[in-house]
């Protein structure tokens, strides 16, 4: 999978809301999945960086988040 990288970008700095609401309830941390995020765009969405942990915070917030639009 290809990240857009803009599409990420905007997620973790207008859209952090629909992080707060999607993470709500799950035992996760709000900064843990931006953490992810931030780090993917630090290493240019390369999804092979991350370590298991990463991937299963990318693949359960991120990435639905990423393929929905804006609300």
Known sequence: ??????LLRNL???RTNE???????TGYLV???????TFLLDN???LD?????????FEK????LLE???R
């Open 44 to 46: 240019r969405g390369d």
């Open 19 to 25: 992080i707060e609401v999607i993470v709500a309830g």
């Open 61 to 64: 917030f991120l990435k639905p």
């Open 68 to 70: 929905t639009p804006p």
């Open 31 to 37: 900064k843990t999945v931006v953490g992810v995020g």
């Open 1 to 6: 999978m290809d990240i857009d990288l803009v």
């Open 49 to 57: 960086l991350l370590t298991a942990k990463q991937q299963v915070t």
């Open 12 to 14: 973790l700095k207008k």
